[in-house]
């Protein structure tokens, strides 16, 4: 899906509409390595949330299951500058749970696209929820944003926490509440 020959094309064009010398030392080879980052940076506008989490293990009994702080790193497509900061997943299971780096793999996989923050915690969410078929699930997303922390109000500090519940957390204020100390919020 990327096409790396544009990307190089776009690139080059990029840099002489800001007044750039592609040409010079520095910048001749960054074309390149642009389209390459892009490979990285969008590899999961290919791939589907679940997949990580369609390896399964039984369990004997239900239960909770809390993953915090999952690291990430996003790219906005309104500015197309990053975001990053830590996703927490809770889910409440039936009869069978997955690993829990595919959690992680899962919330990568949602992260890699141009993306909003609502939508990537609600893609995440929605990836449990089909996967897993578990009672209910929580996703708490904390993230700084740079299109507010070096452009526009310059704001370095702010945070921006975004929440998606579905299932027995949907309506479970208790239970919410459960998950967000849990998570020191």
Same mark, same amino acid.
């Given at each position: 899906?990327?096409?790396?020959? $544009?990307?190089?094309?776009?690139? $080059?064009?990029?840099?002489? *509409?800001?007044?750039?010398?592609?040409?010079?030392?520095?910048?001749?080879?960054?074309?390149?390595?642009?389209?390459?980052?892009?490979?990285?940076?969008?590899?999961?506008?290919?791939?589907?949330?679940e997949?990580?989490?369609? $390896? =399964?293990?039984? =369990?004997?009994?239900?239960?909770?299951?809390?993953?915090?702080?999952?690291?990430?790193?996003?790219?906005?497509?309104?500015?197309?500058?990053?975001?990053?900061?830590?996703?927490?997943? *809770?889910?409440?299971?039936?009869?069978?749970?997955?690993?829990?780096?595919?959690?992680?793999?899962?919330?990568?996989?949602? *992260?890699?696209?141009?993306?909003?923050?609502?939508?990537?915690?609600?893609?995440?969410?929605?990836?449990?929820?089909?996967?897993?078929?578990?009672?209910?699930?929580?996703?708490?997303?904390?993230?700084?944003h740079?299109?507010?922390?070096?452009?526009?109000?310059?704001? *370095?500090?702010?945070?921006?926490?975004?929440?998606?519940?579905?299932?027995?957390?949907?309506?479970?204020?208790e239970?919410?509440?459960? =998950?967000?100390?849990?998570?020191?919020?």
């Amino acid at each position: 899906m990327i096409d790396s020959e $544009k990307i190089q094309k776009a690139v $080059k064009l990029f840099l002489e *509409a800001i007044g750039e010398d592609g040409s010079r030392n520095g910048l001749c080879d960054t074309p390149g390595r642009v389209a390459r980052m892009c490979e990285e940076l969008f590899l999961g506008m290919e791939r589907r949330g679940e997949e990580p989490l369609e $390896k =399964v293990f039984s =369990v004997e009994k239900p239960g909770l299951v809390i993953e915090k702080d999952i690291q990430f790193y996003s790219l906005c497509e309104h500015h197309l500058l990053p975001f990053f900061g830590t996703v927490s997943i *809770a889910y409440m299971y039936n009869d069978k749970v997955t690993g829990l780096s595919k959690l992680a793999r899962t919330v990568e996989i949602c *992260a890699r696209r141009l993306q909003i923050q609502e939508n990537m915690t609600s893609q995440i969410a929605d990836a449990v929820m089909k996967a897993l078929c578990p009672r209910g699930v929580m996703v708490v997303v904390q993230a700084e944003h740079m299109c507010m922390s070096m452009r526009g109000v310059k704001n *370095a500090s702010a945070k921006t926490v975004t929440m998606c519940a579905q299932g027995c957390f949907e309506n479970d204020l208790e239970l919410q509440r459960h =998950v967000l100390n849990s998570l020191g919020l």
